[in-house]
């Protein structure tokens, strides 16, 4: 625990709370964020939290209860607060804000207008460029199939060239022999005449079929009287794929209004929130999203929060959002909205007919996955926070939040390597891991090199804790994002090995002043995971419970993670080249000697003017690489040929270094 937390003083803090609109942050004890709020009034929000327990919920009491300190920032309006909690919510993930468990993203077809010679591509993002964007629609493979469709029917390219600066600079690609471009690379066709072809592809995007099918019907019918039946086939089976893409496309209204529909379906522990997308009036998908319910009390206040983490996720907006019900920031979250979108966002909650049925579809909708996926939330939480349980019973350590597990790799004691993998809730946090290259310890020594991991991992959280808690409080705590990861210390460590690798970790905590658990993660004979080394002694574990399986996982990653760092460090030794050695010559300059001289022979019997005018080259650089091969070359002695010398230098300079992997 920091100075800082050691001395906050929640009473005192509250009088000093500002009457401005902002964003309240609430951490506990191991300095996690818990919660995150907003309020247009800081100092009325954050002291009803701490006044009597009147009219809150068992789980803002159990909240509450856990709070060691808070801070705050102010904003200069409550839609800047709406805005930065958002961020802030989905940047920490706290514990008792209602959380969207799925991270999505949807995929675009982008058609880019901002070219001469457009192309239509698949997208996950949309930007705010001069190109056109369909969707988002749910099935990426959909839009594969459509992009496909597109490129049969009118041809477009799909190479990046830069045209028409780059017309006729190289042969025309596979594309144009198979008769699926029509090579404007070369010239063969005008760019009036290629842009007609895009326009009946943005025509087909924008859902008006008829032309598109009347045509291929009549081109089928004329292949089939002239007799080329090949041809008649091929138009067949466009026209079949573009009344199958037709038919995907459902009529909901008569308005071509772009809006989703939103409802929810919720017990006591979970909801699922359904969306349904409707574009230009047509239904293109629905997707379901699960939420863990934490604070929030009643439907309203889930709805509500689904809908700012939501909305804060994703690139498109729509006109209009369609509601279960009412929430109570409706109409402070449609401006937000509108201000996204750059168009007033309207909010409908339906109350009679077509409109309140398309709702109670997606309530219902929701409520079937609810119950069909219940069993199969209860095994996920089970193979990984019951997992990190089970661990926290074995040891005797009760609930576990986050767990750092540590391996080192090397081959003899070569190019040695750390890896550091965390598990948060018994799911890998992959932005934390981190690989550390051993800088103090020469040859195999896995215990010191574990020690300076350790170290270095250690010190450097202790550093960055020490300069989070210098920066003022108030408004300023903000700043706080810019430290990484290393300053959240793990409620346990694990070792990949027995007693000596624990004690190790033991002594480093001890002399930095720390107390934290530490294990080891024991193999067996196989090199399978056995059991964990604790204090001392070996606890066996069920090797059949989910807490077992997920120290398996863990000691397996770590293992993994440290050996592809290794491996990439050979594979860069291994193509090390003499040109390395030579002072001022970079990659771009050992290239461009490779290419004017062909080898290294070349290279050391070239001279300085030869080197010199070298394309990539200049003066300084070639007296660099003249002085480095001929100081090789030692007087002449008595008997030796000068062919002799020159062999030996040859040779020098062919050889690599490579690692030693006995």
């Known amino acids: 625990m920091t100075?800082?937390?050691?001395?906050?003083?929640?009473?005192?803090?509250?009088?000093?709370?500002?009457?401005?609109?902002?964003v309240y942050i609430m951490h506990d004890a191991r300095d996690e964020i818990i919660y995150v709020g907003k309020a247009k009034i800081l100092k009325n929000r954050v002291r009803q939290y701490f006044q009597s327990s009147r009219g809150k919920t068992a789980k803002i009491e159990k909240m509450v209860s856990r709070i060691v300190r808070f801070e705050y920032i102010i904003t200069d309006s409550e839609l800047e607060a709406l805005v930065l909690e958002c961020n802030l919510?989905?940047?920490?993930?706290?514990?008792?804000?209602?959380?969207?468990?799925?991270?999505?993203?949807?995929?675009?077809?982008?058609?880019?207008?901002?070219?001469?010679?457009?192309?239509v591509l698949f997208s996950r993002t949309m930007k705010k460029d001069r190109c056109k964007y369909f969707g988002p629609y749910t099935s990426a493979g959909a839009v594969k199939d459509t992009i496909d469709l597109i490129h049969k029917l009118w041809k477009i390219r799909t190479c990046s060239r830069s045209l028409p600066k780059d017309i006729g600079k190289e042969r025309p690609c596979l594309n144009y022999h198979i008769k699926q471009c029509q090579a404007p690379c070369q010239g063969y066709i005008s760019q009036e005449e290629y842009g007609k072809s895009v326009a009946q592809a943005l025509e087909f995007l924008?859902?008006?079929?008829?032309?598109?099918?009347?045509?291929?019907?009549?081109?089928?019918?004329?292949?089939?009287?002239?007799?080329?039946?090949?041809?008649?086939i091929e138009y067949r089976e466009l026209l079949s794929s573009v009344k199958q893409v037709a038919q995907k496309q459902k009529i909901t209204s008569q308005s071509q209004e772009d809006r989703d529909i939103i409802a929810m379906a919720a017990d006591t522990e979970d909801a699922v929130v359904q969306v349904f997308f409707v574009r230009d009036g047509k239904l293109i998908g629905r997707e379901h999203f699960h939420v863990e319910i934490a604070t929030a009390g009643d439907d309203s206040q889930i709805i509500g929060s689904f809908i700012k983490q939501f909305y804060a996720g994703t690139p498109f907006i729509p006109r209009e959002v369609w509601v279960q019900q009412e929430f109570e920031e409706m109409p402070l979250v449609a401006e937000w909205l509108g201000k996204r979108r750059g168009q007033n966002v309207k909010f409908v909650v339906p109350k009679k007919g077509q409109k309140e049925r398309l709702v109670e579809l997606a309530a219902k909708n929701a409520l079937l996955v609810l119950s069909q996926d219940k069993e199969k939330i209860k095994r996920e939480e089970l193979r990984t926070i019951g997992a990190m349980n089970q661990i926290g019973a074995a040891l005797g350590l009760g609930h576990l939040k986050r767990i750092e597990a540590f391996d080192i790799s090397n081959i003899s004691g070569f190019e040695s390597v750390g890896s550091m993998v965390v598990y948060e809730d018994g799911r890998p946090k992959r932005n934390d891991y981190r690989k550390f290259r051993i800088r103090t310890v020469q040859g195999p020594n896995d215990y010191a090199s574990m020690r300076e991991v350790l170290t270095r991992r250690f010190e450097h959280g202790l550093k960055e804790r020490l300069e989070q808690a210098n920066i003022p409080g108030g408004e300023s705590g903000g700043d706080a994002e810019r430290f990484g990861s290393f300053?959240?210390?793990?409620?346990?460590?694990?070792?990949?090995?027995?007693?000596?690798?624990?004690?190790?970790?033991?002594?480093?905590?001890?002399?930095?002043?720390l107390s934290i658990p530490v294990c080891g993660m024991v193999k067996d004979d196989n090199h399978r995971t056995r059991g964990l080394?604790?204090?001392?002694?070996?606890?066996?574990?069920?090797?059949?419970?989910?807490?077992?399986?997920?120290?398996?996982r863990i000691q397996d990653e770590a293992h993994r993670f440290a050996i592809e760092y290794h491996r990439s460090l050979r594979s860069k030794t291994q193509v090390h080249s003499v040109l390395d050695e030579i002072e001022g010559i970079g990659p771009a300059r050992r290239k461009a000697l490779m290419q004017n001289f062909k080898s290294l022979e070349a290279v050391r019997d070239a001279s300085l003017e030869e080197l010199a005018k070298a394309r990539g080259m200049?003066?300084?650089?070639?007296?660099?690489?003249?002085?480095?091969?001929?100081?090789?070359?030692?007087?002449?002695?008595?008997?030796?040929?000068g062919e002799t010398r020159n062999e030996n230098v040859k040779g020098e300079i062919s050889c690599m270094e490579l690692p030693s992997q006995n």
């Open 533 to 552: 080394y604790y204090q001392n002694q070996e606890l066996p574990i069920d090797r059949f419970s989910e807490g077992f399986k997920l120290i398996t």
């Open 487 to 513: 300053t959240r210390f793990p409620d346990l460590l694990m070792m990949d090995g027995g007693r000596g690798q624990v004690n190790v970790a033991l002594e480093v905590l001890t002399e930095l002043g």
């Open 89 to 119: 919510i989905k940047e920490h993930r706290p514990r008792y804000n209602t959380m969207l468990k799925d991270d999505k993203t949807y995929p675009y077809i982008k058609v880019t207008l901002d070219e001469d010679f457009p192309r």
């Open 618 to 641: 200049n003066r300084r650089a070639a007296e660099s690489v003249y002085a480095f091969f001929h100081s090789k070359e030692t007087p002449q002695p008595a008997g030796e040929t």
């Open 206 to 232: 924008n859902g008006r079929y008829t032309s598109i099918l009347t045509m291929l019907e009549e081109k089928m019918t004329a292949a089939a009287d002239s007799m080329d039946f090949e041809k008649a």
């Open 3 to 22: 100075e800082k937390e050691t001395i906050f003083d929640i009473e005192e803090e509250l009088k000093k709370l500002p009457a401005s609109p902002g």
